[in-house]
């Protein structure tokens, strides 16, 4: 289903990946604390025809040591115009995505006396961004609370609107549910997360609404999907996707929060599934999602059938940690030292093409700092393989049969 076009190496390992929502552009968090922008292989055009396999190129946009010990999460805003990262110093920072240079940061809430490490952070709406940390804080921060003279400037609230506790454990994964037809808006004020062994939603508002009950596996990546068959009663043909710690995919209607409504078997080897995304229409027949695993494969699952349909290969030793598909359909992948940018398969393909790639430091932030901090990087990176060591050893209840997985050539 999918061919590598081209293979990024890092220069540290891989902690985030974010991309733009409207240009074929990829920020990069890594354990060393740097944050780099590249440009992907142009899309192709009439006159421009699709690259063939292994011979795309990536171009560095901008790179800069953005966090001291490692950068943990990234995120575009809305329009795309701006990326937020956080780091395990406890920082968040607001930068133009063009040159990445910083316009506002802000350091994450205390938890007591003791500094709270970032989990996760994204951008709800223009209006509000959404932080998780390790100690299971969700803060809001209001990102029109201007503390600069000028009107045009980026900002973020010095303090959060609101903070919220949706689980005892630190927030693995958040997947903001659609608005409603009433909204003026038209952008999400509800959100589903996972954190621990449970799932909850949350409203901007009204704070937490639903916590499910305790799962007995841990729950690392979720997603919304729409547009499903219905199967009578009151379902809409709306659920959420939420990938476990052996293996599982469960559904849940939206709405109906107090049990899943039902199981794919991704892994019968019980390898954790720790990123979830939506396949573009177009690509692949029916509703499909991309599994990111912790064994470095890629499997693509089609709902309605409920089992894998294809799987590539990311990496031979680390997992997938970044997944996603950028503004042309083309897949992207990241996990351990390397992001492969994946597009669809030519018809009569079947290995893979030598790898090309190029890049080029065009410009660094002018808030760089050249301290080294290895010693710190390497600490942080190790507690990141711990916590993702600690997920496989939760194992849930599986109660269905393996499914089938078909076999595609080239695609290991």
């Not at 549910?177 to 003026?184: H, K, Q």
């Not at 849940?252 to 979830?276: H, M």
Request: with cysteine; charged share 25%.
């Amino acid at each position: 289903m999918f061919d590598t076009i081209c293979t990024l190496p890092l220069p540290s390992d891989l902690f985030a990946q974010a991309l733009h929502p409207t240009l074929p552009l990829l920020a990069a968090g890594l354990a060393s604390g740097h944050v780099q922008a590249y440009r992907l292989p142009a899309l192709s055009s009439p006159t421009s025809p699709p690259p063939t396999k292994g011979c795309g190129t990536i171009d560095t946009s901008w790179s800069t040591k953005r966090h001291k010990g490692s950068c943990r999460s990234l995120a575009f805003s809305c329009d795309g115009a701006v990326l937020f990262s956080a780091g395990s110093d406890g920082i968040v920072k607001a930068a133009k995505a063009e040159t990445g240079r910083v316009e506002a940061k802000v350091r994450v809430p205390l938890r007591g006396s003791a500094a709270d490490a970032p989990a996760l952070i994204h951008a709800l709406s223009p209006q509000t961004l959404l932080l998780a940390t390790d100690a299971a804080a969700l803060h809001l921060y209001d990102l029109r609370a201007s503390t600069r003279a000028d009107a045009g400037a980026l900002s973020i609230s010095s303090k959060p609107q609101a903070t919220f506790y949706p689980h005892d454990d630190y927030v693995s994964s958040l997947a903001p549910l659609p608005p409603t037809d009433a909204s003026t808006s038209g952008y999400s004020k509800q959100w589903v997360t996972t954190g621990g062994t449970t799932l909850a939603v949350t409203d901007l508002r009204r704070g937490v609404l639903v916590k499910s009950e305790d799962q007995e596996e841990e729950l690392l990546s979720s997603i919304f999907v729409g547009g499903l068959g219905k199967r009578g009663g009151r379902s809409k043909g709306e659920k959420v996707l939420v990938g476990g710690g052996s293996g599982v995919l469960t559904l849940w209607e939206k709405g109906r929060w107090d049990d899943q409504d039902g199981r794919i078997i991704v892994d019968s080897g019980k390898e954790s599934l720790d990123v979830l995304r939506s396949v573009p229409e177009g690509i692949g027949e029916g509703k499909l999602v991309a599994v990111g695993m912790g064994d470095g494969r890629v499997k693509i699952v089609r709902l309605g059938m409920n089992k894998v349909v294809a799987e590539v290969r990311h990496d031979e030793v680390d997992g997938v940690l970044g997944l996603g598909f950028e503004v042309g359909g083309r897949m992207v992948s990241g996990g351990g030292q390397v992001v492969k940018v994946w597009q669809m398969a030519m018809e009569g393909d079947d290995e893979e093409g030598e790898v090309g790639m190029k890049r080029g430091l065009e410009s660094d932030s002018e808030d760089d700092d050249e301290e080294e901090e290895g010693e710190e990087s390497r600490e942080e990176e190790e507690q990141v393989k711990k916590r993702r060591k600690k997920r496989k050893r939760v194992k849930g209840k599986d109660t269905n049969g393996g499914h089938h997985v078909m076999a595609f050539k080239g695609m290991d």
